[in-house]
């Protein structure tokens, strides 16, 4: 089988297509033909050792994939060949065959394709389980996302307008900004052009949001925090800017304010019976045409390293998926 392999770490452009001999899975373990590999900001860190998780080399990158099941392993009851299936895991995507440990699969719900599979229960499960469980955001509220473009960025949107929350999304290109319009911002700010924190003042009328949701860390952190009102709730879900900030404790103090983590794939393991209700939730809705992730770029298996660089650079809108 083909696959593009991590051989030492580096850039996308040090990434490798190869031939490679096919997995074969072990006890709690399944052999899936890939279909397709949504990539995400995590991918990018992974491949320059620079991400929490870090993968025996060589290996392929790609933490989400949705495909067929072709071989279980022992101790596998629930799925069989010829599934169509969503797995995650922290690499292994982006070849034509991978292992999935069954706890981190589950079947795609009927007549959802496999580019929609790949591209949807990540991103959507992090800004879901970020929005319900962590926040466990209010009808009525005012949610900030920052990074609102992103494939979580552009999630934690459409959920929120969802839920019945009032959307500010704030981004760093017009372009981004009337993507996050379509998918249900009623507001957006442009954070390379305009003041944060003043935009915030005068979309609210001084009173704060009361829910930021952050992805992006670095220097829009400080002033999301300061733009909370009363018992507001700072999501913690990323540093895709590049820097962890170091915030002023005096803040959460002053605005009687939460800083709330934000770990999907740990809630995953460790919650497994609530992720899999946040998961019926999701399917449910996209099914019905109320949520949609929205695919930025298509790729083949040879084009993934672009793909990655273009998630570096910021030239992706939603998802990129790498199709097989």
């Known amino acids: 089988?083909?696959?593009?392999?991590?051989?030492?770490?580096?850039?996308?452009?040090?990434?490798?297509?190869?031939?490679?001999?096919?997995?074969?899975?072990?006890?709690?373990?399944?052999?899936?033909?890939?279909?397709?590999?949504?990539?995400?900001?995590?991918?990018t860190l992974t491949i320059r050792n620079l991400y929490q998780f870090k993968p025996p080399l060589p290996f392929s990158p790609g933490s989400e994939a949705s495909g067929i099941v072709k071989?279980?392993?022992?101790?596998?009851?629930?799925l069989k060949p010829g599934d169509h299936v969503f797995t995650y895991g922290t690499h292994g995507g982006l070849a034509e065959e991978r292992i999935a440990d069954?706890?981190?699969?589950?079947?795609?719900?009927?007549?959802?394709?496999?580019?929609?599979?790949?591209?949807?229960?990540?991103?959507?499960?992090?800004?879901y389980h970020a929005l319900n469980d962590r926040a466990q955001l209010k009808n009525g509220e005012t949610l900030l996302v920052l990074g609102a473009a992103g494939g979580?960025?552009?999630?934690?949107?459409?959920?929120?307008?969802?839920?019945g929350a009032t959307v500010i999304a704030a981004a760093s290109t017009d372009e981004k900004l009337a993507v996050c319009r379509e998918k249900g911002a009623t507001y957006s700010i442009n954070y390379t052009t305009e003041d944060l924190r003043e935009r915030i003042k005068e979309i609210t009328?001084?009173?704060?949001?009361?829910v930021v949701y952050d992805p992006v860390g670095d220097q829009w952190a400080e002033s999301a925090i300061r733009s909370l009102a009363w018992r507001g709730r700072y999501l913690v879900?990323?540093?895709?800017?590049?820097?962890?900030?170091?915030i002023p404790l005096n803040l959460a103090l002053l605005k009687g304010a939460s800083w709330i983590g934000v770990f999907w794939g740990m809630f995953a393991q460790k919650e497994p019976s609530l992720n899999q209700l946040n998961m019926q939730d999701i399917a449910t809705w996209v099914m019905q045409g109320k949520i949609a992730p929205y695919i930025s770029?298509?790729?083949?298996?040879?084009?993934?390293?672009?793909?990655?660089?273009?998630?570096?650079?910021?030239?992706i809108i939603g998802k990129a998926v790498v199709v097989l």
């Open 152 to 163: 979580v960025g552009l999630a934690a949107v459409e959920l929120g307008k969802l839920m």
């Open 102 to 127: 069954v706890r981190a699969t589950i079947p795609l719900p009927d007549g959802m394709d496999f580019v929609t599979g790949a591209s949807t229960l990540y991103a959507f499960g992090t800004s």
């Open 237 to 246: 879900v990323g540093f895709a800017g590049g820097e962890i900030p170091k």
């Open 297 to 315: 770029k298509r790729y083949s298996l040879a084009e993934a390293p672009q793909a990655l660089t273009d998630m570096m650079e910021r030239r």
């Open 205 to 210: 009328q001084g009173r704060g949001v009361d």
């Open 1 to 43: 089988m083909k696959a593009i392999l991590c051989r030492a770490y580096g850039p996308p452009d040090t990434l490798t297509l190869e031939d490679v001999p096919s997995p074969i899975p072990g006890p709690g373990e399944i052999l899936i033909q890939v279909k397709a590999c949504s990539l995400n900001f995590p991918d």
């Open 71 to 78: 071989i279980v392993g022992e101790n596998v009851t629930h």
